[in-house]
């Protein structure tokens, strides 16, 4: 019943047409702040998607490394009992240290990574090769596979008629006692193999080479290792807790044991931090149109003098005549909502299927903004705007409910 009387009201024409144009108005502001609630939330998941991607190229779905220290004991045992475990797929372990990377007269410092060959299987870097091919050599012939910011800062060309270029590897040795600064240090040679390219942060700033060629340089011990990284079968987050804890029981507390979300704390936290602050500016749009329905509800009920006595003189309570003009702001809410749903959804298909709106720079990975559409967004969206246009109401509905109205 509520809703027939809203919709008469809604759709009957007013004798002030001021209120025909801001009912129309709030339904309009209402669905333009829906669409762009729904199509900026789109809008970050695909770029939280996207980042994700990148940074599974680099980091592993857990990885073990020392509580304190930079270097850990890990041996054969417990490496096979890490192996067994239910939901471990691949596992690969790591030697890593700043290095100084000489190329000719040009010189950079870089993370060098000494990796064994289920690497690949860890981590998608392989799918990420701009030149050359990948490969890490072995002991007696490393090679190295570096970021294209490295190749840039070495001026280093990786065209095939030109050879193969070497380069010079200066690593600390990891338990030198030497008193000399010079005897501290090894050097080694590599060759480079392939470049590659995922994020700034990767590009400029990691080198991978064989860890038996590292360990060896750094002075390694039998079992010494910088890290291990472990590929998942289940990524869930319940199958990665238990994951966690069961390695957490073979290798003990001495060892920091993290998910991918748990190595990239900062980076998931301000992208989560950025989308709902976002969300929540947007959501003034939506305080504003709130306002012009509060007006609009006010006049309408001017309007209605009349029709809210008849109401009153035919036995009607002020609980039914406060619940007819919520009712009519909800209605308000629900065809702007709707309009502005349908048309984020619309929107959201064009650029996942025809990719229209590009990016602007051309330096980015992509050069159109990816969207990602989840049904959650869409809920909580629709329900935040009803909630406020729904809350708007209640004022003017009130007055109405309230007011007395006699018959002349």
């Known amino acids: 019943m509520y809703f027939r009387f809203a919709w008469r009201y809604f759709k009957a024409k007013k004798s002030a047409n001021a209120i025909n144009i801001i009912a129309w108005v709030t339904t309009g502001v209402i669905a ?14 695909g770029f939280e998607d996207l980042v994700k991607s990148l940074y599974s190229s680099f980091y592993a779905d857990i990885k073990i490394s020392p509580a304190k220290g930079k270097t850990f004991f890990l ?114 040679n590599a060759r480079a193999s392939a470049v590659f390219s995922i994020q700034q942060e990767f590009d400029n700033s990691y080198a991978l080479t064989n860890i038996d060629f590292v360990k060896q340089q750094m ?7 910088s890290s291990v990284e472990i590929k998942l079968k289940q990524e869930k987050e319940k199958e990665n807790e238990i994951t966690c804890n069961e390695i957490r029981k073979i290798v003990g507390n001495e060892f920091l044991i993290k998910n991918r979300y748990q190595q990239n704390t900062n980076l998931y936290s301000t992208m989560k931090t950025e989308k ?27 309007e209605k003098k009349q029709d809210i006595a008849i109401l009153q003189s ?27 749903t349908i048309t984020a959804a619309v929107i959201c298909w064009v650029q996942l299927k025809f990719k229209l709106i590009k ?50």
């Open 32 to 45: 333009f702040a829906t669409c762009c609630q729904i199509l900026v939330l789109s809008v970050f998941n």
């Open 75 to 188: 041996d054969p045992a417990a490496i096979k009992k890490i192996k067994a475990l239910k939901n471990i797929q691949h596992l690969s372990l790591n030697a890593e240290e700043k290095a100084l990377l000489k190329f000719n007269e040009s010189q950079t410092i870089v993370q060098l990574k000494g990796v064994d060959t289920s690497y690949s299987s860890v981590c998608n870097l392989s799918s990420n090769i701009l030149s050359g091919s990948y490969n890490l050599g072995n002991t007696d012939y490393p090679k190295i596979i570096m970021g294209v910011g490295i190749q840039n800062a070495l001026g280093l060309s990786m065209n095939e008629a030109f050879g193969p270029e070497d380069l010079t590897i200066i690593l600390p040795k990891q338990h030198s006692k030497n008193t000399d600064p010079i005897e501290t240090l090894s050097e080694g």
């Open 219 to 225: 002075g390694f011990q039998q079992n010494e290792y």
């Open 276 to 302: 709902w602050a976002i969300y929540a500016l947007l959501c003034l749009i939506l305080m504003i149109a709130a306002f012009n329905m509060i007006s609009a509800l006010t006049m309408l009920v001017l």
């Open 314 to 340: 035919m036995g009607a309570t002020k609980r039914l005549i406060r619940n007819i003009f919520i009712t009519e702001g909800f209605l308000l809410g629900i065809i702007g909502t709707s309009i502005g």
């Open 359 to 408: 990016l602007q720079g051309g330096s980015f990975l992509i050069d159109y903004f990816p969207v990602k559409c989840i049904a959650s967004d869409f809920i909580l969206v629709v329900t935040t705007a009803l909630i406020i246009t729904t809350l708007a109401s209640w004022l003017p509905a009130k007055k109405a409910a309230e007011q007395t109205i006699t018959l002349k």
